[in-house]
């Protein structure tokens, strides 16, 4: 039977819309495309399991969405996507602008197999001058922009915030300080005394005009108007060379060499140049890296690296087109849009994308490919750093695939484990247990993911019973929220820990999942570490320098570590509240009061009644009690 598509004409209702998983059992896909609209829209398509592999958009969704069936492809991923195609939801939009924007929106809630993804939530640093204040200063921001002021941004990362303010402050010494800093000084700090800063802090040091011409050379120089600074001083360094004042003319040529050693190092330093991102493209062993340069008032800002977790795709072409319109669509969805943005070569959709970056900016944005010389040099210094991103992101992510790679062989698993799950316990003589659960992605560590557990109702010390009750709860909720299970359990200890397991995940139907347990060999010597896994009772005695031991050490320690700090975290407030509000009559008040005036439970403890009693707040029948509580009565 076939299903009908879903079409739409409000906007926030498309945005807001959650595609909801299902089991397909019959669809018919010639009835499904005969009576699809050629109006632009959104298609989704998914798999026997009602789960959504592919997300796309489309300026006539009749002509695209039958583009996939009748027609063969060269791409393999693309015919293996379709081969899995069980059924496609639709939502039609008015402009293909919109669809642009849904599409987008549903790609990153979604993660769809054969998607690209570039998961980049991070907001970027700005330098903000407090414009509003008497004595502007300039300061690092990140964040929502509430203060009275000018912004200049954005930057890649903080390093190159830092580095343009320590710059600044050697050319233009404009105070750096917080307002609470600057509003409560009698004399000037280092900053003055080191010739980083004028100090307007304190009367008589600075005018107020000399300091709001640093101020304005500052702006000037955030704008990209460094040509025009240099002229400007120039022009002063000339006038006070006329009137004798030598002094002061060094000062000028002083700046002006600084100035002019800055623009050196950057490749683009036009006059008058506009914020421009340059893009590129690396691809290897299919693994992708986007490189991002950031160009501001014609000075280079800086530049960030861009790995799409998703790599799975079906566009069929041009995948260097297919990469950056992906990136561009949901970057500049919550990031600042510059006025030019220039790649190595055009896209598919760039009319439809220099549109919708317009709307956003609220200007117009153009989409460049290089022709002059100069901007042939800015892609070549793109491509350079996106090749070197990418092969030191293959050599990281290398060395810890070689390690999963030996991990496998070792186990004899069916694939390399991506996603590992360790186990350990740790309490102080049987009170306060706690059951760690630390995940690995690729080899490394997931603190995202990691997870505590607090153990209860089994008898003090047993290891065995703890294990087991943390395994149950991490899998059947697992189970219930229908997550993703790991493709390897570890737990630490040796077959008493490895069998609690076998009996969890056979309670929960779950036996097809990997599991090794690590135990301690001779000594306890990190090194002589011994495996059992379900299948191999007289156990695995690897190498000390096994690089499959190596991964497995590192999980079970990071499960080790967590576990005990955990644990400590758990003691730690029991000791010093759960006393205290064990005695009757004693409130949070005075446990407060108590604290305070004696500085631990300790030293409460060790108070005579006398001591206690001084206490505001304490009658000697408190102290009393408080003292017979620690002590015993008579």
Request: aromatic share 8%.
């Amino acid at each position: 039977m076939t299903q009908p598509n879903l079409e739409k004409t409000d906007t926030q209702s498309k945005l807001d819309e959650v595609p909801v998983e299902k089991v397909v059992h019959d669809f018919d896909i010639e009835a499904f495309l005969k009576q699809l609209t050629q109006r632009p829209g959104v298609y989704r398509m998914y798999n026997a399991k009602g789960k959504v592999i592919y997300v796309g958009k489309a300026k006539n969704l009749k002509r695209r969405v039958s583009s996939y069936f009748k027609k063969s492809h060269e791409e393999i991923k693309t015919a293996a996507m379709v081969a899995q195609v069980a059924y496609i939801e639709v939502t039609v939009t008015d402009t293909e602008s919109e669809a642009l924007i849904l599409e987008n929106t549903l790609i990153k809630r979604l993660k769809p197999k054969y998607n690209i993804l570039f998961r980049d939530d991070k907001s970027y640093p700005y330098i903000f001058v407090s414009t509003g204040k008497t004595f502007p200063s300039l300061s690092y921001h990140r964040g929502a922009k509430r203060r009275v002021g000018k912004y200049y941004g954005p930057f890649p990362n903080a390093s190159a915030v830092h580095q343009t303010l320590q710059a600044l402050q050697k050319i233009f010494p404009v105070r750096q300080c917080a307002e609470s800093v600057f509003n409560n000084r009698s004399r000037p700090c280092l900053q003055y005394q080191i010739k980083r800063c004028s100090g307007p802090c304190v009367d008589g040091l600075v005018t107020k005009q000399e300091y709001d011409e640093d101020v304005r050379h500052t702006l000037m120089f955030l704008e990209g108007k460094s040509f025009d600074v240099i002229d400007e001083l120039g022009r002063n360094m000339e006038e006070a060379s006329e009137a004798l004042d030598f002094e002061k003319a060094a000062v000028y040529r002083d700046k002006i060499a600084a100035l002019r050693a800055i623009q050196s190092q950057h490749l683009i330093n036009q006059p008058g140049a506009k914020d421009m991102d340059v893009l590129a493209v690396a691809e290897q062993a299919n693994q992708i890296c986007v490189c991002l340069m950031m160009y501001r008032g014609g000075n280079l800002w800086g530049s960030e690296h861009f790995y799409p977790k998703q790599v799975d795709r079906i566009d069929d072409g041009n995948n260097e087109s297919a990469v950056l319109s992906a990136f561009i669509a949901q970057h500049y969805e919550s990031h600042p849009v510059p006025a030019i943005l220039l790649l190595p070569s055009k896209l598919e959709e760039q009319k439809l994308l220099e549109t919708w970056l317009s709307e956003k900016r609220q200007q117009k944005v153009k989409i460049q490919q290089p022709v002059q010389q100069t901007a042939k040099g800015l892609i070549q210094l793109a491509s350079t750093n996106a090749i070197t991103g990418l092969k030191q992101h293959l050599g990281q992510k290398a060395s810890q695939f070689e390690r999963v790679k030996a991990l496998q062989e070792v186990l004899a698993l069916a694939k390399p484990p991506e996603q590992m799950e360790c186990f350990d316990i740790s309490h102080t003589q049987g009170t306060h247990t706690i059951a760690s659960c630390v995940v690995f992605t690729d080899g490394v560590p997931n603190t995202q993911m990691y997870r505590k557990f607090n153990i209860q109702g089994i008898q003090p010390g047993d290891d065995y019973a703890a294990m087991h009750q943390a395994l149950e709860r991490r899998y059947s909720r697992i189970q219930k929220e229908d997550g993703r299970l790991p493709d390897l359990i570890v737990v630490d200890g040796g077959k008493g820990q490895l069998n609690q397991a076998i009996d969890v995940l056979k309670s929960l139907n779950l036996e097809s999942v990997p599991l090794v347990s690590v135990a301690k060999g001779e000594g306890r010597k990190a090194g002589l570490e011994i495996l059992y896994t379900p299948f191999n009772e007289e156990g695995i005695d690897l190498e000390s320098d096994d690089i499959a031991l190596h991964l497995i050490n590192h999980i079970r320690d990071e499960a080790h570590r967590f576990a005990i700090t955990s644990h400590r975290a758990k003691r730690t407030k029991a000791q010093t509240s759960s006393s205290l509000e064990s005695i009757a009559g004693i409130g949070p008040k005075t446990r407060k009061s108590l604290l305070l005036h004696f500085g631990g439970l300790n030293e409460i403890k060790n108070a005579s009644v006398q001591e206690l009693s001084k206490v505001k707040g304490i009658s000697l029948e408190k102290a009393q009690t408080i003292y017979d509580f620690f002590h015993g009565s008579l």
